[in-house]
């Protein structure tokens, strides 16, 4: 998607239900209004990101990738940012929502939006 409207399409590589964590070293959540909305109603998407909290391994979500965390259960308690619009739901998930471009709390990385990214790079 490119905001609200279709974008390009890309072949899958794995899909999550084939997928195994503990193949993996880190997870990204990307952003966006649709991507999170679909995982977030996707067990397989939440064991996936549950298995990473687990095992202690870095996370890093932007803009609306914190709504599959937030359904997963795991930012209760955290230090985190988000889009400004779910700033709400993650209060009311638990989080400690902070207005800052990029926000690291013990191996989760969060950030607003992709222009805020830059910020995590300058550190």
Request: charged fraction near 30%.
């Amino acid at each position: 998607m490119n905001h609200a409207d279709k974008g390009d399409k890309f072949d899958v590589d794995l899909a999550v239900k084939d997928a195994r964590p503990n193949e993996f070293d880190a997870l990204m959540i990307a952003g966006g209004l649709f991507n999170p909305d679909a995982l977030r109603s996707d067990q397989n998407a939440l064991g996936f990101a549950q298995h990473f909290f687990r095992e202690h391994k870095p996370v890093a979500v932007i803009c609306h990738g914190p709504q599959v965390l937030i359904s997963a259960d795991l930012v209760r308690g955290r230090k985190m940012t988000s889009w400004p619009a779910i700033q709400v739901d993650m209060r009311n998930a638990g989080a400690k929502w902070i207005d800052e471009e990029v926000v690291v709390d013990n191996g989760l990385v969060s950030s607003r939006k992709p222009d805020d990214i830059r910020h995590l790079i300058e550190r």
